[in-house]
């Protein structure tokens, strides 16, 4: 089955500079990657996702990219503010398959 | 997400006992899922439905249970056999048609064994 690695675990950033936290991914038939922001207590929320036709995918200040060949994919924060502090997980899905494989998480700290 | 809900909030429960865990979504939803999550770790799959009356196993499915007896409803209750319950449990769900992949989680149950 899918295997997804996240990296760091944990990350801390000085308000106003760039994060960013990558994955990789085992499965080549992965076609669609999400990334979840979690605040604690709270359900995880999608911030972006890509899909493996795209190489990069922008929101205002978050970005994903993908590299298919590597299996690997990283999303990115800019202009990093105190709210941004939560913990973040990508995650992959295999092929023709619903369910999701998640990687272990990133606690992003942004000092202010 | 608003329209996914998760009861209760806190459960506690004693060595031996089953319980059930909630979770009611008005998104009409085709698919619904059920995480585990541990501290410090990532999303682990339990079950998983994408029809009324059909499931499948996820990575951890010993030890718990699910039923879809109606698309809105997919309750998971943890039996005795599951050996280390406490944890916080996650409701999902999600479309099931093209480029609809998007699962949106409930506000979730924390469940602690005493």
């Known amino acids: 089955g899918e295997n997804v690695e996240q990296h760091p675990s944990t990350l801390s950033v000085q308000e106003g500079d760039s994060a960013v936290i990558k994955c990789t991914y085992s499965?080549?038939?992965?076609?669609?990657f999400p990334w979840y922001k979690q605040e604690l207590g709270k359900r995880p929320q999608l911030i972006i996702d890509?899909?493996?036709?795209?190489g990069e995918k922008k929101d205002q200040r978050i970005a994903v990219t993908l590299n298919k060949t590597a299996k690997h994919f990283s999303l990115h924060i800019t202009e990093t503010q105190p709210e941004d502090s939560a913990v973040y997980f990508c995650?992959?899905?295999?092929?023709?398959?619903?369910?999701?494989?998640f990687g272990s998480g990133t606690q992003l700290t942004v000092l202010p | 997400d608003g329209g996914i809900t998760q009861s209760p909030k806190y459960l506690f429960r004693k060595e031996g006992q089953n319980v059930t865990l909630s979770c009611e979504q008005n998104l009409n939803h085709d698919a619904m899922y059920w995480y585990r999550q541990d501290p410090g770790q990532g999303l682990r799959l339990i079950y998983y439905?994408?029809?009324?009356?059909?499931?499948q196993k996820g990575d951890i499915a010993e030890g718990y249970s699910v039923s879809r007896e109606k698309k809105e409803s997919f309750p998971l209750t943890v039996t005795s056999a599951q050996k280390n319950p406490t944890a916080f449990y996650l409701c999902?769900?999600?479309?099931?048609?093209?480029?609809?992949?998007?699962?949106?989680f409930g506000p979730g149950t924390r469940l602690t064994v005493l």
């Open positions: 999902a769900s999600s479309r099931t048609g093209p480029l609809t992949d998007t699962q949106y």
């Open positions: 995650a992959a899905r295999p092929g023709s398959a619903r369910q999701l494989t």
């Open positions: 439905s994408q029809i009324v009356n059909d499931f």
């Open positions: 499965d080549s038939a992965s076609n669609y």
């Open positions: 890509i899909r493996s036709n795209v």
